[in-house]
């Protein structure tokens, strides 16, 4: 028989055999769910695997943390926020009873029929989006028909008192709207798997950046890519039990990155009220193709700046290249070079203003005509400017050497990329300017000193090429005597709070010293208020302001057929000069009415209006 403390012994050990049977029970049990039964168990059949996924999926992304910009007044040029509802996946019970579902579908003014068919066929949280057309989670572009609803304050409170747990409304970042201004400057974002792993490497090593992230893939997007990128996102989710039923207590959760410096605002130069009315004018006169560019007459900075084709930044076509920035691309100046080379002859004492040409509409070699059949005449240099005549300007290009106007092109700043560029936070070149052209007057292997090209390099043809920026800033170098800027588009970088991270300090590109003189700077301003008032310009004389300028129009090929590059360049008003612009319609069928007259007029015009 045993004694007691002999049974207390048994029974502990049996007793621990017992627990010990029930872990190792217990063991295999979570080894089957986890390993053996995930994909067929819980009463409902429901995936365990595939559920866990769908509740941490059951988010969605209302603002990618990335850097915005504002124009030099603070107004926002990216990241319009809107109020917008956002549908979660929950059983049907939870949608509500068919009063609340007839309610909502009020607020939202469409049929009960299209929110049930909409909220029947989500797996995933999405956002409203116009008649029911889901706009995509995460961040993605939207357009046109999906893009986001913003809803007002009073559909706001209408559907939040309605309490459905399967709707939410909250604030959601749209990076690129329907209005969006100033496209080709700004850029756009997308993924680029290839450049990610070639220029962020240690971003993607660490985590920071994946293979999906989208990144900035032309214009400013691109250029300030490092800082844009911000340091996390803020997301919206609701949390459900795997039948889809919103679990008690939990509600939705909003998560988002706990900084007050981040993200970064970068403050542009351009003014969005100006960006906006000369876009207007543009679309207004059916500009297919061609720039804009608007530059502040003292400091040269790029007030406005646009480009045509209008593209969209949210559905890219890459091949079809609209999203190109035009303004910064080189192409044939035609008449508008005939500055640069009038500078070189007055710069080289080549000529003298009052030296007379005689101009019978042609030279009889190398085909060389004036757009004038029947000629100038007897017509001093200054004249010849004003009327643009082809004639003078060949006879005073047999005066100069390729390699002196070339002198004086480079003292203008044509054939260099112009656009602000330096050290700037750890960079020793960078450059504000995406794909930025620096022109050019002759091309490789071409003699600089062939009778024939020189001819045609005279009146901006043969190899010259020149952006619409480098033509503007060629305005501001006169303005600004001889001294040569170097347009910025891009003041600073901001902290969220407000705070200065680092700023753009303004760059000369070339000295006063080291440009053309003040004389003849002077000279040429002078000039360019003869062709408007009795010259190729003279129709600009019923512009608001008093302004100057010079005509150009460059003959070129769309595939096979004759077109011309109409420009004008400019500044005003006359009296106090503020702006210099340059503006360029291209690829115009030849033969067609001029269209960069009126469009420089009514350029001026909103810019005169605008600083009444």
């Not at 469009?599 to 909103?606: G, H, N, Q, R, T």
């Amino acid at each position: 028989m045993q004694t007691a403390p002999e049974l207390r012994k048994y029974r502990a050990f049996i007793a621990l055999l017992i627990i010990s049977a029930a872990l190792v029970a217990l063991l295999g049990r979570l080894f089957y769910v986890q390993l053996v039964g995930a994909r067929s168990l819980t009463a409902h059949k429901i995936d365990l695997v595939a559920g866990s996924v769908l509740q941490r999926e059951s988010g969605i992304i209302l603002d990618s943390g990335r850097g915005d910009f504002t124009d030099r007044n603070g107004v926002p040029l990216t990241g319009k926020t809107l109020n917008v509802l956002i549908a979660f996946p929950v059983s049907r019970e939870d949608r509500g009873d068919s009063r609340q579902i007839e309610q909502l579908a009020a607020i939202l003014k469409v049929s009960p029929d299209e929110w049930k068919a909409f909220a029947d066929h989500i797996d995933s949280p999405q956002i409203w989006s116009s008649h029911g057309q889901t706009a995509p989670a995460s961040g993605k572009p939207h357009s046109g028909s999906d893009t986001p609803i913003g809803l007002t304050d009073k559909q706001v409170r209408e559907i939040e008192a309605l309490a459905l747990p399967q709707v939410k409304v909250a604030s959601y970042k749209l990076r690129y709207d329907d209005d969006q201004i100033a496209r080709h400057v700004i850029g756009f974002i997308g993924q680029n798997p290839e450049q990610i792993t070639r220029r962020y490497v240690d971003q993607f090593h660490k985590g920071e950046l994946q293979l999906t992230s989208k990144i900035g893939g032309a214009g400013l997007e691109r250029t300030l890519e490092p800082w844009l990128q911000g340091i996390g996102t803020t997301s919206i989710s609701l949390f459900t039990d795997a039948a889809g039923h919103p679990l008690d207590g939990l509600n939705t959760r909003i998560v988002s990155p706990e900084n007050g410096f981040y993200p970064l605002k970068a403050v542009t130069t351009l003014d969005a009220n100006i960006q906006r009315k000369i876009e207007e004018v543009m679309d207004r006169q059916h500009i297919r193709e061609g720039a804009v560019v608007v530059l502040d007459a003292a400091s040269g900075d790029v007030a406005a700046m646009a480009s045509r084709p209008q593209y969209d930044p949210r559905h890219i076509d890459l091949p079809g290249g609209s999203w190109a920035n035009r303004a910064v691309k080189a192409t044939i100046p035609g008449s508008i070079f005939k500055t640069v080379v009038a500078a070189a002859a007055l710069e080289e004492k080549v000529a003298k203003p009052g030296d007379t040409f005689d101009c019978g509409g042609a030279l009889g070699k190398y085909g060389f005509t004036c757009w004038k059949k029947e000629g100038h005449g007897h017509i001093t240099l200054r004249e010849a400017f004003a009327q643009s005549c082809n004639i003078a300007f060949g006879l005073l290009m047999e005066r100069l050497t390729g390699e002196q106007l070339e002198r004086t092109a480079k003292k203008l700043g044509i054939g260099s990329k112009v656009g602000w560029s330096g050290a700037w936070m750890g960079q020793d070149d960078f450059h504000q300017w995406d794909a930025e052209d620096a022109g050019q007057l002759f091309a490789v292997g071409t003699s600089k000193n062939d009778e024939g090209t020189l001819m045609q390099t005279a009146i901006g043809q043969r190899d010259v090429r020149v952006t619409p920026l480098q033509a503007a800033n060629l305005v501001v170098s006169l303005l600004n005597k001889g001294e040569v800027k170097s347009p910025r588009v891009v003041q600073n970088l901001l902290f969220q709070n407000g705070r200065m991270l680092e700023k753009f300090a303004p760059h000369t590109l070339i000295p006063a010293k080291r440009g053309v003189s003040a004389k003849t700077a002077n000279e040429l301003l002078a000039w360019m208020n003869d062709v408007v008032d009795h010259g190729t310009g003279k129709p600009l004389g019923q512009a608001k302001w008093r302004i100057a300028g010079k005509s150009g129009t460059a003959q070129v090929t769309t595939g096979t057929a004759p077109a011309d590059n109409q420009w004008f360049i400019g500044y005003g008003p006359v009296e106090k000069p503020r702006y210099a612009v340059s503006v360029v319609v291209e690829n115009v069928s030849s033969g067609e009415k001029n269209r960069s007259l009126p469009l420089f007029k009514e350029v001026m015009d909103v810019l005169a209006a605008l600083r009444e």
